[in-house]
Every structure is written in structure tokens, then in C-alpha cells.
């Protein structure tokens, strides 16, 4: 009988013992802004397609959405040879619609009021609280190009406003 | 008399160019995913479970008016005639805008599909039918393959009570528009299909354009617009027996 304890006690000493190996890898790492910074709220110089959503046309413009990201603005006046003319980032965005010079958009948990009478320099004017729920939208991931390991986005960390490549430990998501 | 001619001319030139009116041209055409929509006065936005009513009479000071309950797995809403139609991935809401600009609930009918997660579901209307996919997602979160995946049309000339009238298999089906009779539908891993819906209730297959993947498509005049997920391709559509491809823009 004291055997059997002896032995049991040593099986639980020694498995105290071993260490769980740590995975070490580069990956990519998402960097947060607040949900209440609109200072990444801007034009910007046209850029290449990636993870398109919702599409919005007011005349000549065709207003197309990247998930996360932003809207990609493009001059239509020739359907057969459309320009892409500017994007418009908006960290967290998903939603939109236009009314004359006024963009409505979301950056994931609130719901901002734009001004975008020059598609070259748009206003942030203000917004509404809390009218999304971050975690009901799509779960924010590095670019498509981009195979490996990752962190996972955690809204309640903010939105997602870039992506690092650096050493990261126990990854918790993989993209391929 | 030369001066005062060109001048008269000049000064009619502008003025009919001025007075134009280009009111539908400008108007806003939102896609088969919109949770955001314009209504007069008003703003409309959806999130997973509510309706949120904005005043927006005054530009660029809008005022939160009005916050109700819609369903669950809120996915799109469209507007005809003062009529709110709000899909989810298991009914279809409909409000009627009152005067004050408030929707209320007018009805909701259930999809009664096996399983209701993980599906994107749209509704689009014309006249007193509404048009809606019913597809599964097969990337992201949902691995299991669904079998339910659907072109339905419903008769909501009383919006207190939709008819369910026709129901048609389709490969998963996404976003979806209408241009006069004929009924766009993307299909998310080929292209999209088209349907001669001169009899509303019994949609017609009789084209199609295939061989990239579709997720939106919108009609506006002519022109059809269709969204991948890297691309936008443009189509001419003046004549729906012979469409043809104008563009496609992936940078």
C-alpha cells in the first residue's frame, strides 16, 4: 500500500515537472486603434482590390467596399474602362450608403457621419454609439496574399488598423 | 448683335444644362447587402437585431429617432414604395414607414429552412413580389455543407401577409437585381444567372454568364455591375438576349 502512494505521488511530482513546449514562429500580429480614434478616417491614393463587399453607385461613381478596411472609389463615366480613382480608409468598416455628400459608414461598432463633397480630402463630422456589436461582424484577418500564422483579431481590442509581421507564440489562427 | 446672339445662345445653353434634371441618374442604387439605406428624410440602418431610425433633414447633423427590435441574423433591408423589406437567414421582415418616418411592423414570415445558421439571404422587390436566395456559406465559420440553397418568390401585395408562390434550387446563390423582366442572380462560386420574370411568380432560367466568382450584382439603366471578391466586371444589358461584357477592373 505505501508503495502504491509512493508511486502515485512521485507520477504527480514528476509530471508537474515537464514543461509544455512554447511554439515560436513569425507571423502576423494586428495593430489596434481605439474605436473612438477617427484620426485613420481619410482619403487616399487608389489601391488594389482585396476582400470586396458591399457595392454603392451614385451616377458616374461606383462605390465598392473592403471589408475592414475601406471603400475603393472609382470614376464609371466610361463603363468599359473604369478608373479606380481613390480609396477611402476607414479601419473597421463594412457598411455604407451615400446620400448627396454625405457618407454613412460603420467602423464596427459605431456609426459615422462623412462628408465627401471632395472625394480627394473626406470629413469626418461625427457619429452614433454603439450601433453595431463588433463581435456579430466577420472576424478581421491579414491579408489575402498572406499564408501562415496569425493572431486572431479580438474586438474587444479595438479595430484592426494594420498588420505587423514578428515573432509570435502559440499562434491561435492560420491562414491559407 | 453678333455679341448679344452668342450670349443669348451661350446664356440657353447653360440654363438647359443646369436645368437638367438628373435626379434619377444620381440617385443612390445600394447592393443585395445593404444594411444601410436612405429613405427622404431618413436613414435606416440594420445591425444583427435592430432597426435604427435616423432623421437626416439636416445635412451632415442627423438625429437617432428611434431604435426597435427586428429579428436575429439581421442580414439586408430594401425599400419600395414606403415599404421596408428586411431579409434574415430565417424570415423576412416587412415594415411600413409611417408619417413620422418610424417603420412599424407589418409582418414577418418564417423561411422554415432545416437549419437556420450561417447563411446570407437577401430580399429584393418589384412591384408586389419579393425575391429572395437562401444559401449557406461555405467559407469562414461554416464548414458543414447545407443542403438548402434557393431562389424563392413571395407575393407581398398584402405586406401583412406574404405567399410563399415559387421555390427553385440554385447553386449557391448570393446578391441579386432586376431590370425591367428579367431577374439577375449571382451564383458565389460561378458567375450568374438570369430569369425572364415578365410572369413575376414563375421565374423563367434563360441565360447565363459563367466561370468567376459573383458575390453582388447591381442593374441600373443598362449597365450591370457584378462584384467578386477581387474584381468588378461590367456588362451592357440594353439587350438581355445579348449581353455583353464591357469591363472588368481587379486593381
Excluded at chain 1, 140 to 164: A, L, M, T
Excluded at chain 2, 21 to 38: E, K, P, Q, V
Excluded at chain 2, 82 to 96: D, Y
Aim: with cysteine.
Amino acid at each position: 500500500m505505501q508503495f502504491i502512494i509512493i508511486v502515485f505521488v512521485s507520477i504527480i511530482l514528476f509530471s508537474s515537472c515537464v514543461e509544455r513546449v512554447d511554439i515560436e514562429t513569425m507571423g502576423m500580429v494586428p495593430v489596434y486603434a481605439s474605436v473612438d480614434d477617427f484620426s485613420f478616417i481619410k482619403s487616399e491614393e487608389p489601391r488594389s482590390f482585396d476582400n470586396l463587399g458591399n457595392i454603392v453607385n451614385v451616377g458616374d461613381y461606383i462605390f465598392i467596399g473592403e471589408r475592414n478596411k475601406g471603400i475603393h472609389v472609382l470614376d464609371n463615366s466610361i463603363p468599359s474602362s473604369p478608373v479606380n480613382i481613390a480609396f477611402w480608409s476607414i479601419p473597421g468598416n463594412n457598411e455604407f450608403t451615400i446620400e448627396g455628400n454625405v457618407l454613412y459608414a460603420d467602423n464596427s461598432v459605431h456609426l459615422l457621419v462623412i462628408d465627401i463633397s471632395d472625394f480627394g480630402d473626406i470629413q469626418y463630422i461625427k457619429h452614433f454609439d454603439n450601433i453595431y456589436n463588433p463581435e456579430e461582424s466577420n472576424p478581421v484577418r491579414p491579408p489575402s496574399e498572406y499564408i501562415g500564422p496569425f493572431v486572431c483579431s479580438d474586438s474587444q481590442k479595438g479595430i484592426v488598423v494594420d498588420w505587423n509581421m514578428q515573432l509570435i507564440i502559440n499562434p491561435n489562427c492560420e491562414a491559407y | 448683335m453678333k455679341r448679344i446672339i452668342y450670349f443669348s445662345l451661350i446664356s440657353l445653353f447653360l440654363w438647359s444644362c443646369t436645368s437638367e434634371s438628373a435626379d434619377s441618374f444620381n440617385s443612390t442604387i445600394t447592393g443585395s447587402y445593404a444594411t444601410l439605406l436612405t429613405v427622404g428624410d431618413f436613414l435606416y440602418a440594420i445591425n444583427d437585431s435592430e432597426l435604427t431610425t435616423f432623421d437626416i433633414s439636416t445635412t451632415e447633423d442627423p438625429m437617432k429617432v428611434s431604435i426597435q427590435d427586428v429579428g436575429f441574423d439581421v442580414e439586408n433591408i430594401f425599400h419600395q414604395n414606403g415599404v421596408l423589406f428586411i431579409g434574415s437567414s430565417s424570415a423576412l421582415h416587412i415594415f411600413e414607414i409611417r408619417e413620422d418616418g418610424i417603420p412599424k411592423r407589418v409582418s414577418q414570415t418564417d423561411y422554415e429552412l432545416l437549419e437556420v445558421w450561417c447563411s446570407n439571404d437577401p430580399v429584393i422587390v418589384k412591384g408586389d413580389y419579393a425575391y429572395v436566395t437562401l444559401s449557406t456559406t461555405r467559407i469562414n465559420e461554416c464548414n458543414r455543407f447545407q443542403n438548402q440553397n434557393e431562389l424563392r418568390v413571395y407575393d407581398v401585395s398584402d405586406p401583412s401577409n406574404p405567399k410563399l408562390e415559387f421555390t427553385e434550387f440554385v447553386e449557391f446563390p448570393k446578391g441579386l437585381t432586376i431590370r425591367d423582366n428579367t431577374l439577375f442572380v449571382c451564383l458565389e462560386q460561378s458567375g450568374f444567372v438570369m430569369y425572364d420574370i415578365s410572369v413575376p411568380n414563375a421565374p423563367e432560367f434563360f441565360n447565363s454568364e459563367l466561370g468567376f466568382p459573383a458575390y453582388d450584382i447591381i442593374a441600373k439603366d443598362d449597365l450591370l455591375m457584378v462584384v467578386s471578391p477581387e474584381e468588378l466586371r461590367q456588362y451592357d444589358i440594353s439587350d438581355v438576349n445579348d449581353i455583353i461584357y464591357l469591363s472588368s477592373i481587379d486593381l
